[in-house]
């Protein structure tokens, strides 16, 4: 047998067989990039089956559908799970739907990608991803915002004026993580059938006026920091996230600024800091002079 044909069989042995939910969505494209990358056959659990990325199984699957839940879960290795930014009560019930799913299909190992802490209470969409946590066999957990937000539509044009605005305070230490050091995570997750709690974080926290110079060197034009009220941040996303998703995340960032400030101790980082990260974005190049 040929060494090609080795690695191939080897390969072939490793390979999982892993449904993941968000395939086509922000958060989880990097994920299924990632479990590709790796070799593993990735079961895109969709409501529409064309919008699956490329290279993955389509799978009908809906959040509303337990019996879809069900046959899309069978026969896997693993399921990761990102539940939709979905602010009313729906996103209770498809949490509910998926706990119920895991539990009937018997899959071996889940991974949930928390989008951020879990244990808060009081908002459906809280409440979905603290409910879901308690019957998943790892939780993800990004502990900053994603720099992928500040590419976004409703942050890159302000940040080419030479604004850093954000819903945050200036002085705060925020360690902002990219989306695809989060996918690295959730692989490990996966392939190393880790338990728990798996919070992560960037490299390393940086002020406002730290990311903002962070910004500036990595696009060599000038760039300050302003703190937004999660009004006015909503009110930015409104044009381009609808109403309903607009005061939905308003809402989150009210609350996230009234809790106690976290703790990174003990916090995995990713390896990518935030002056690579908006080194290498295709807005970098489409900045006006």
Do not use: K
């Not at 930015?236 to 109403?243: F, V």
């Amino acid at each position: 047998m040929s060494r090609r044909a080795v690695a191939a069989t080897i390969a072939a042995m490793n390979q999982l067989t892993i449904t993941l939910h968000g395939a086509s969505g922000v958060q989880g494209a990097p994920v299924a990039r990632r479990l590709q990358a790796a070799g593993h056959h990735v079961r895109a659990a969709v409501r529409r089956p064309e919008l699956a990325p490329p290279g993955c199984e389509p799978f009908p699957a809906d959040l509303g559908d337990l019996d879809s839940l069900v046959r899309a879960y069978e026969g896997a290795d693993a399921v990761v799970v990102q539940l939709p930014q979905v602010f009313d009560d729906s996103a209770v019930r498809h949490a509910e739907n998926v706990a119920a799913a895991l539990a009937v299909s018997c899959t071996g190992h889940a991974v949930l990608n928390a989008g951020g802490p879990t244990g808060a209470t009081g908002m459906p969409y809280l409440d979905a991803r603290t409910l879901l946590a308690r019957h998943v066999t790892a939780v993800v957990e990004p502990c900053a915002p994603y720099m992928e937000n500040l590419a976004a539509p409703w942050s890159a044009g302000r940040i080419a004026a030479g604004e850093l605005a954000y819903p945050l305070p200036a002085e705060a230490p925020v360690p902002w993580v990219a989306l695809d050091d989060v996918a690295g995570r959730i692989l490990e997750a996966v392939e190393q059938r880790e338990r728990g709690r798996l919070p992560v974080c960037g490299p390393r926290p940086l002020t406002g006026h730290e990311a903002a110079a962070a910004l500036s060197g990595a696009l060599e034009r000038p760039i300050g920091y302003r703190a937004l009220s999660p009004s006015e941040f909503g009110d930015r996303l409104r044009p381009y996230a609808g109403d309903a998703m607009a005061d939905g995340i308003a809402r989150l960032y009210t609350a996230m600024q009234s809790a106690p400030p976290p703790s990174f101790d003990g916090v995995q980082p990713g390896p990518t800091d935030l002056a690579t990260w908006a080194a290498g974005q295709a807005w970098r190049g489409t900045l006006a002079a």
